[in-house]
């Protein structure tokens, strides 16, 4: 908008929108399917998210997303980000619904702050000692959570740098390793209570 590109401005507002189409679609074949009675698709929630990234790898690999590491072309780009985006929603939202919207994957901001808080709960005990040790242990998942991003992060920059586009090929592995998961363990019944119980105890 300050560029005075009024198209390009209202197009990359609705990016967003694809994160959150993302979230409400697993919402749908999880929550939803949940309330209802009836056994969550965790498989094909994490199996759409693989096929946005796999996409992302081949449309790139192929040249429909522009040489790896152009400045920014929405004829090229707004593609790209409405699959990310919606590979995002999905997995932010597969997990929160697995955690009991205990855990965050895609963003740290309200990870860290739940960090910085709790470090003041467990340093200036106001509270009954079960509650500190409760949250000790969060504390610990909170701690591993931003580790893990970080490494995460950095396994990515590093493969998107050796390999470009294909390097999202790292990404869409470990989701279809997630599939084969949803498909031998999540469909069981009790799987999200029993996964709420193990996160409630670090």
């Given at each position: 908008?300050?560029?005075?590109?009024?198209?390009?401005?209202?197009?990359?507002?609705?990016?967003?929108?694809?994160?959150?189409?993302?979230?409400?679609?697993?919402?749908?074949?999880?929550?939803?399917?949940?309330l209802q009675g009836r056994v969550p698709q965790y498989g094909l929630a994490v199996g759409i998210e693989f096929a946005c990234l796999a996409g992302v790898a081949?449309?790139?690999?192929?040249?429909?997303?522009?040489?790896?590491?152009?400045?920014?072309?929405?004829?090229?780009?707004?593609?790209?980000?409405?699959?990310?985006?919606?590979?995002?929603?999905?997995?932010?939202?597969?997990?929160?619904?697995?955690?009991?919207?205990?855990?965050?994957?895609?963003?740290?901001?309200?990870?860290?702050?739940?960090?910085?808080?709790?470090?003041?709960?467990?340093?200036?005990?106001?509270?009954?000692?079960?509650?500190?040790?409760?949250?000790?242990r969060f504390n610990r998942l909170r701690c591993g959570i931003l580790v893990f991003f970080v490494l995460g992060s950095a396994c990515g920059a590093v493969a998107?740098?050796?390999?470009?586009?294909?390097?999202?090929?790292?990404?869409?592995?470990?989701?279809?390793?997630?599939?084969?998961?949803?498909?031998?363990?999540?469909?069981?019944?009790?799987?999200?209570?029993?996964?709420?119980?193990?996160?409630?105890?670090?």
């Amino acid at each position: 908008f300050a560029q005075g590109n009024i198209g390009h401005g209202f197009a990359m507002l609705t990016v967003p929108l694809f994160f959150l189409g993302g979230s409400m679609l697993s919402g749908l074949l999880i929550e939803r399917r949940e309330l209802q009675g009836r056994v969550p698709q965790y498989g094909l929630a994490v199996g759409i998210e693989f096929a946005c990234l796999a996409g992302v790898a081949l449309g790139g690999w192929l040249g429909y997303f522009g040489p790896w590491g152009e400045p920014l072309a929405l004829r090229h780009d707004y593609a790209l980000l409405a699959l990310l985006c919606t590979a995002m929603g999905i997995q932010n939202a597969v997990v929160t619904s697995v955690s009991g919207s205990v855990v965050r994957t895609t963003h740290l901001t309200g990870i860290t702050t739940d960090l910085g808080v709790g470090i003041v709960r467990v340093l200036f005990p106001e509270r009954r000692p079960e509650f500190i040790d409760r949250e000790r242990r969060f504390n610990r998942l909170r701690c591993g959570i931003l580790v893990f991003f970080v490494l995460g992060s950095a396994c990515g920059a590093v493969a998107c740098s050796e390999f470009g586009y294909l390097g999202f090929l790292l990404p869409a592995t470990i989701a279809l390793y997630a599939i084969v998961a949803a498909l031998k363990v999540w469909q069981k019944p009790g799987f999200r209570q029993s996964l709420e119980v193990l996160i409630s105890r670090g």
